[in-house]
């Protein structure tokens, strides 16, 4: 299928800041939900690059599921003319935050005052 450059790099470019793309199994589908760009046209891209090993796809409730492998991002990273420095969204760490402890106050208040009324109760 013949797709023009422009549509082409919309679809890379986006896959890669993501590092995973949903599309609706739907052909006729105008444009797609995420990508100024008709639905047919991101499917048959990324079938192509699922062909060459560059993302992993899983299908499921109608819904195609794509997401990057190690060497597709190392082929769109070439593709697109990136530095190595910039990764997809996926592939990002997130640090924890370190802070205090929430506080189980609130939890053994309640252990506490359960085991008082369930004494009471066999008091009586």
Not at 5 to 18: A, C, G, T, V, W
């Amino acid at each position: 299928m013949l797709i023009s450059k422009d549509n082409r790099k919309k679809i890379y470019q986006y896959l890669f800041q993501e590092g995973v793309l949903v599309a609706k199994k739907d052909f006729n589908l105008p444009k797609h939900e995420e990508i100024d760009v008709p639905n047919l046209q991101v499917l048959k891209s990324l079938q192509s690059l699922e062909s060459r090993g560059y993302v992993k796809s899983q299908f499921s409730w109608q819904y195609y599921y794509y997401s990057l492998t190690n060497e597709g991002i190392e082929y769109l990273r070439e593709y697109l003319h990136l530095p190595v420095e910039i990764v997809p969204r996926t592939f990002i760490k997130t640090t924890k935050s370190v802070g205090t402890r929430p506080s189980r106050h609130g939890m053994f208040s309640w252990i506490q005052l359960h085991l008082c009324y369930s004494k009471w109760f066999v008091f009586l």
